[in-house]
């Protein structure tokens, strides 16, 4: 069977950091209601997994995770904060093909005030080089983009650069998963500058990759002005979230929980062609948050791969993107810091 689904397995809630964008700290699951393998094995085959929390490295059975979920799936990558290093590297060492993604909020002064963990920046970017170092080949960062962080966002993509990681992008967003209401980016123009830098470096890339990344970003931009999302969300048809307690959801973005049902109740196959899910796709299709996140971006952008393809198109025979030409934003906006931004000073390493 041709597998197609992209899933997300939250395998707890526990974490040691202390973000500011995310509270999920103050309401942690307890390891013994936490996803045993048995409901792990209840999964169905899938194009990508992506584990992540919480943070994931907590639970110390994260290696039996990984080695039950190959059975199931193309491609793991795991979301973490990098602290517990030697975990980490041990299980790269038994699954060399596993993807990490290394959350790195900025650069020391910012990354560490925004995750709230003592010397977070080095411990992060310590667990990075050593990853490098022992030739693991799929390796990462990512930075979720605010007002506190957004003048690092260059350096940092530079910093992956130069040591040929992946660099993915977010920004805020509230939700249930988040446990935050109040995430608010003031100061737009600030944060859709950086990201209008970071689109043009990433379309002067030889990478296509890269280049598609910049339209993940445009998106970014599109979603920070509260405009309509530019691909439909088909959460809960052709992506899932199971969370630690074995309810499967269509996302991590709704503003409360929509579960589909319970694998600890049901099999998978009686939960994702139930009444109940179909009810909670027709919500899906209604929700007017218009959230723009990787992992309900990524399935539809490689569904409708034409559109981000001649978007890209366009912006590589324009030779750049402006927030002005893209209507964000008007010239007057758009030069309001231009006296004032050194940004040569700003955007060196």
Known sequence: ????????????????????????????????????????????????????????????????????????TNRIVISTNGYFTDRILALCEEFPQVGIRISIEGLQEANDKIRGIPDGFNRGYTTLRKLVAAGHKDVGFGCTVQEMNADDLIPLYKLADELNMEFATATLHNSFYFRKTNNKINDKLKVSRAFEELINQL??????????????????????????????????SNGFFVDPFGHVLPCNGSTTKMSMGNLNEKSWDEIWNSKKAD???????????????????????????????????????????????????????????????????????
């Open 1 to 72: 069977m041709r597998r197609t689904l992209y899933g997300s397995i939250i395998i707890t809630y526990r974490c040691n950091a202390r973000c500011n964008m995310c509270d999920c700290f103050r309401d942690p699951s307890k390891p013994d209601e936490e996803m045993s393998l048995d409901l792990i094995k209840k999964l169905p085959k899938m194009a990508f997994t992506n584990i992540t929390g919480g943070e994931p490295f907590i639970r110390k059975d994260i290696n039996e995770i990984v080695r039950e979920l190959y059975k199931k």
């Open 203 to 236: 379309l002067k890339s030889k990478s296509p990759k890269k280049w598609f990344r910049a339209y993940f970003n445009h998106g970014l931009i599109n979603y920070l002005y509260g405009n309509k999302r530019y691909l439909p969300c088909e959460m809960g």
């Open 279 to 349: 009810e909670v796709r027709k919500k899906v299709k209604s929700c007017k948050k218009n959230c723009w996140m990787i992992g309900s971006a990524a399935p539809a952008m490689k569904q409708r791969i034409w559109i981000p393809a001649f978007w890209v198109i366009k912006h590589k025979l324009k030779g750049g993107y402006s927030l002005c030409e893209n209507k964000f934003i008007d010239m007057k906006e758009y030069t309001k810091y231009e006296n004032s931004d050194d940004r040569a000073e700003r955007y060196s390493v």
